[in-house]
């Protein structure tokens, strides 16, 4: 009988305990990157979405959160992201406007705010939110009516026994609003060649544009900049008949500027006549014929 040698069996053996757990490590199991050994810290990695505006009061949203992981990755970890107030309320529920669900982990709501438990990722991987899913044939999100920036505050947690943590920057969406068209102005003569144009302010923008027409609608000037409501206009033609509309200025970021709003009545500058009616006066003594 020839020598037994033990050495190729006991390779045999190592390798089939070791090529799993170098192909869990490697993360070459089910063809993506496995978790890293150590999480990283709470409240780490980034909440990022292409909404960056919507206008006020609009519908039909479907609002995509992404969350990438920090070095070190997520191992069982949780995400939370709290709807801003005014917006349709988070919902696990398909018909729901702010039905919510996400790429991996269990989603359920507490309040305004998305919460996604057992998250697993390496670093660099990601998570997606989608706020207002239709994917049930819900109706998606409807934006609040508050005008202005608004942070969706996002939180993270690296594994199950962590703490939920700020992260270093949350998701702002701006919610737009276009300015109202501005009513009819009052137009006022006061002089041959000058009116003055009277309106109320739009609170919200940040200035008027007072623009002055011939009746036929050509342009005849437009001042830019007023604040106060009154505009006196100069250098018109006496005969000829003008009228007045006001657009309300926005700032560009929350609030957009208006249409043009509805024109004033026509007025006509004219020349400023005087009229005397002639009477007889005598002064001192009338004269008399004397003889010489």
Do not use: C
């Not at 917006?87 to 919460?115: E, K």
């Not at 709003?261 to 500058?269: F, K, L, Q, R």
């Not at 002639?278 to 014929?289: D, I, R």
């Amino acid at each position: 009988m020839e020598p037994t040698n033990p050495r190729p069996k006991v390779l045999r053996t190592l390798g089939q305990w070791l090529l799993p757990l170098l192909l869990v490590a490697s993360g070459l199991v089910l063809g993506v990157a496995g978790p890293a050994s150590a999480a990283s810290a709470n409240g780490t990695g980034t909440m990022t979405t292409k909404t960056t505006s919507v206008p006020y009061g609009s519908t039909g949203h479907v609002i995509t959160f992404t969350y990438t992981a920090a070095t070190g990755g997520v191992s069982g970890g949780g995400v939370h992201l709290t709807v801003p107030t005014g917006w349709s309320a988070p919902s696990t529920t398909g018909t729901s406007a702010g039905y919510t669900t996400a790429s991996t982990g269990t989603v359920s709501v507490d309040g305004q705010t998305i919460v996604v438990l057992g998250v697993t990722l390496v670093a660099g991987a990601t998570l997606t939110i989608n706020y207002g899913a239709k994917a049930a044939k819900g109706p998606g999100a409807t934006a609040t009516t508050s005008v202005g920036a608004a942070t969706w505050i996002a939180t993270e947690k690296s594994t199950s026994g962590g703490t939920e943590t700020t992260l270093a920057k949350s998701p702002v969406i701006t919610v737009t609003q276009t300015l109202s068209t501005p009513a009819a102005p009052s137009v006022s003569l006061v002089s041959p060649s000058s009116i003055v144009v009277n309106f109320a302010p739009n609170g919200n923008a940040t200035s008027s544009t007072v623009t002055i027409r011939l009746s036929n609608g050509s342009l005849v000037k437009a001042v830019t900049g007023n604040t106060t409501g009154t505009e006196t206009i100069t250098g018109l033609t006496p005969g000829d008949a003008y009228y007045a509309t006001i657009t309300s200025v926005g700032n560009g970021t929350d609030y957009f500027t208006s249409a043009v709003g509805a024109h004033s009545v026509t007025i006509t500058p004219g020349v400023l006549t005087i009229s005397a009616r002639a009477t007889n006066v005598t002064v001192g003594h009338p004269l008399t014929s004397r003889p010489w």
